[in-house]
């Protein structure tokens, strides 16, 4: 099974403010096959990103995904209000296809 | 539009049995994968198992193997996660969500019911 890392636990940022989430894998992840999900308190989590830097229908384009292998990059490129939320990774390589524990962007 | 409409809030004693649901619309059913994922409270995503309601082909995190069970009817195009003994540990909100890519697993979840929460207490 792939364990999936993710730091910081939390970030703490202003608005306007460029955000870089990490997410690190047990062993290689085959083919890039990770996603991002942005979660907010009372709703289900929404996709991102998906095959480590493939935008989701309708995502803005201040969120960008990176990496490879082993290491993966979610990017907010300028913090809008709306951004402030919970953050999860998933690898989709072999199953089981588990989350990382997730970052949290709040405000500072 | 594509739609997962889960059923809604259940509140069960320990031992008792359950089985919720996600009705899928908007897309072809049976051609999907579709899973679940655990959240309990303040805590993260956890991933339970998919299945692929064209044949009931399933798939078990290991964590989840043998505690629960998946399947789906095809012909109302409905899935499951059921419980024959429920445990105080099971009070959680469970997601169901499609894979997005059809016929493969190797896809994110692309679309996500709005949750069903599950309280087990004495």
């Known amino acids: 099974e792939i364990v999936l890392t993710q730091s910081p636990a939390t970030l703490s940022l202003s608005p306007g403010e460029r955000g870089t989430l990490s997410c690190g894998a047990s062993q290689s992840v085959g083919s890039s096959y990770v996603a991002w999900y942005q979660q907010k308190p009372g709703l289900a989590p929404r996709l991102l990103i998906y095959?480590?830097?493939s935008r989701a229908t309708g995502i803005p384009d201040r969120f960008s995904g990176s990496g490879s292998g082993a290491n993966f990059t979610l990017t907010i490129s300028r913090l809008e209000p709306e951004d402030f939320a919970v953050y999860y990774c998933q690898h989709y390589g072999s199953s089981p296809f588990t989350f990382g524990p997730g970052t949290k962007v709040d405000v500072k | 539009e594509v739609q997962l409409v889960q059923s809604g809030t259940d509140v069960k004693k320990p031992g008792e049995s359950l089985k919720i649901s996600c009705k899928g619309s908007?897309?072809?059913?049976?051609?999907?994968?579709i899973g679940w994922v655990r959240q309990m409270p303040g805590k993260g995503l956890e991933w339970m198992g998919i299945i692929y309601p064209g044949d009931s082909d399933t798939r078990y995190s290991p964590s989840f193997q043998g505690q629960v069970t998946i399947s789906a009817d095809k012909s109302i195009s409905t899935a499951y996660l059921q419980w024959r003994s429920l445990k105080a540990s099971d009070t959680a909100m469970y997601y169901c969500?499609?894979?997005?890519?059809?016929?493969?697993?190797?896809?994110?979840?692309?679309?996500w019911g709005q949750g069903s929460l599950v309280t087990v207490s004495s």
């Open positions: 969500a499609r894979l997005g890519i059809p016929g493969i697993t190797v896809a994110a979840f692309d679309y």
């Open positions: 908007g897309y072809s059913f049976t051609t999907y994968w």
């Open positions: 095959d480590a830097a």
